[in-house]
């Protein structure tokens, strides 16, 4: 079982940049799919960005296309979320989550993070 925590959040202005880190324990990361999802204070998580195994399958939510990049550096066991030119509507808990699928991980992971908080003033 693969144990993951987030980490990076905090308060940020409008046009700023965050990178949040996703620290995987118990199992290497290398071997799952990780991705990222949030969620707004009265409304449903969401997706946000996914990353294979490998690295070389990406995709993301149309939301966030062009100003958001999802990285991994396996021999760190970290998974990454670099969010450039971030907005108010950006705001929200942000959480990690791995799966043996690079499918799944987008719509039913595994296993998910405790989350990390982002918070965006206009």
């Known amino acids: 079982q693969v144990q993951l925590v987030e980490s990076g959040g905090g308060l940020v202005q409008a046009g700023g940049s965050l990178r949040l880190s996703c620290a995987a324990s118990g199992r290497t990361l290398s071997n799952y799919a990780v991705g990222w999802f949030r969620q707004a204070p009265g409304k449903e998580r969401e997706f946000v960005a996914r990353?294979?195994?490998?690295?070389?399958?990406?995709r993301y939510a149309d939301s966030v296309k062009g100003r958001f990049t999802i990285s991994r550096d396996n021999a760190k066991n970290t998974v990454y979320l670099q969010m450039n030119n971030l907005k108010p509507e950006d705001t929200a808990d942000y959480y990690c989550a791995a799966d043996n699928s690079p499918q799944r991980v987008a719509n039913n992971p595994g296993y998910w993070g405790q989350g990390t908080q982002v918070t965006v003033s206009s």
């Open positions: 990353i294979s195994w490998s690295g070389g399958s990406i």
